[in-house]
Nanobody, 114 residues
Framework: QVRFVESGGGLVQPGGSLRLSCEVS????????MGWYRQAPGKQRELVAR???????NYADSVKGRFTISRDNAKNTMYLQMNSLKLEDTAVYYC????????WGQGTQVTVSS
């Protein structure tokens, strides 16, 4: 079973930045299409950004121009650079295959607050 370990979350003021990391315990990471997802309190989990095994990217409209997804296949790691953070970006962020498997890591909390 592929394991996902997210890190890098924290408390940040509006307009600030954070960089999330996702370590994937799989020798086939380079063959996976991957995604960053988030779940805000009281809301369903949503796809924020995705990256194909070839490096093509796609973003939700709500984060386009502010977030950048990337991957380092040599390190089995995916990243999410988040800039110009807004209050509504507050959520637990998860990484997973795209489309997602039916199990999840622990996620990393991102809180945007003044």
């Amino acid at each position: 079973q592929v394991r996902f370990v997210e890190s890098g979350g924290g408390l940040v003021q509006p307009g600030g930045s954070l960089r999330l990391s996702c370590e994937v315990s799989s020798m086939i990471f380079s063959n996976l299409h991957m995604g960053w997802y988030r779940q805000a309190p009281g809301k369903q989990r949503e796809l924020v950004a995705r990256i194909t095994r070839g490096g093509s990217t796609n973003y939700a409209d709500s984060v386009k121009g502010r977030f950048t997804i990337s991957r380092d296949n040599a390190k089995n790691t995916m990243y999410l650079q988040m800039n110009s953070l807004k209050l509504e970006d507050t959520a637990v962020y998860y990484c997973n295959n795209f489309p997602s498997f039916d199990y999840w890591g622990q996620g990393t909390q991102v809180t945007v607050s003044s």
